[in-house]
């Protein structure tokens, strides 16, 4: 059974699909199907009987995929008509003063091709409590299917969410997926992504603060190959006064991959001395990749600090002089530039995205199928 055969989708030629490759994909080649999902953490917290409640979190309109996301995952705790079944839906919800110790992991593990999945993930952070999620997309390089994925989160007053998200996908495996976001007077979220897989992997990512005082961080780091292709779509909306935001996104791409990052600051008229921070870096390491970044600024009041910057190129000639000055190969000091490109995004991850692990995934992407021995662990460092 196809998805939905009325289904208008979108094109390139739309300001929000811009530079995207939404005009190579079939939805009629898919039947609705569900993610293995596990969960393991806090069981006093996690509930996965579908009754989801979030639905304010963002000002933005619903682009067709999380129509369609919400036309396969009814917020009654039901499912509509086609829908799955299998349970692919959390919700973490924490009560006033609960701090909880241990990270809660999930992972979605799609095993099966020509379908498309519908993940849901729900956070809800009662007053002054603490929460670490790490949610894991996994697939094999056979599976040829679409995650279409949606985390909403509300941190109230002097709440503290930490959300890390993965991308392990396959490399025949398309993502589409939404991170939504809202922070009361106080509380702090921070939302990190890590995405090395997928064909075509592409997120939004937005949070809106609407109590004075709160902040956000926002940290991705993408690397792709091969065909692949990674697309960021940023909202950092100031609803209040005195609130904070900093993003910093990096990114990589090699042989005739690429990559998209657009972004927006958004300062309402009501939120008087905010500050918002936001930087996009991109290497491209191969003649035949391409990277675009597109930062943008709306101000709508005075008396706040924005600032915006982005960056496409290749690797810095001079720091690769530099190494190779020491006698290092040259292949080894363009590795170790890229590792050091990359450390004040690891740096800034939380323990529970396993920033070691991270590391050596990063190295394998950059080796290829080339000897081993680049990556910091070998004894060379930058």
Known sequence: MSVIADLVLPTAEQELWR??????????????GAADT????????????????????????????????????????????????????????????????DPIL????????????????????????????????VSDDDCRSLVVPMVK??????????????????MNTWLIGYQRALGERDSTVSTSTIALG???????????????GASAKQVALYFADGTQMHDFRTLQDHAAPR?????????????????????LIKIRDN???????????????????WAESVPNLEIETNDVKCSHASTVGPVDDDQRFYLESRGIRPEIAER????????????????????????????RKLLGDATRGATPESGVRA
């Open 106 to 137: 999930i992972t979605h593990n799609v095993r099966d091709s020509s379908v498309v999945c519908f993940p849901s993930l729900e956070i809800d952070a009662g007053e002054n409590s603490e929460v670490v999620v790490v949610e894991r997309f």
């Open 271 to 289: 939120a008087d001395k905010s500050e918002a921070f936001q930087t996009n870096r991109n290497l491209t390491l191969s003649s035949g990749s």
């Open 198 to 212: 997928g064909d075509y992997a592409r997120t939004r990512a937005g949070v809106r603060l609407v109590g004075q």
């Open 38 to 101: 596990t969960v393991s953490g806090d069981q006093s917290i996690i509930s996965r009987d579908m009754r989801l409640t979030l639905d304010d979190v963002s000002a933005e309109p619903a682009d067709v995929f999380e129509q369609l996301h919400a036309r396969h995952t009814s917020s009654d705790g039901r499912h509509t008509p086609g829908g799955s079944a299998h349970g692919s839906t959390v919700r973490i919800g924490t009560s006033r003063g609960q701090t909880i110790a």
């Open 243 to 263: 609130t904070h935001s900093d993003l910093l996104f990096k990114g990589a791409v090699k042989d005739h991959a690429k990559s998209v990052y657009t972004g």
């Open 153 to 170: 989160i509300r941190a109230a007053q002097s709440a503290r969410v930490t959300y890390v998200a993965i991308n392990d996908l396959g």
């Open 336 to 363: 170790l530039v890229v590792f050091g490109f990359f450390a004040d995004v690891i740096n800034r991850l939380p323990a529970a995205a396993q920033p070691d692990v991270l590391r050596e995934k990063v190295g």
């Open 19 to 32: 530079y995207s490759r939404i005009g190579e994909l079939d939805l009629g080649a898919y039947a609705v």
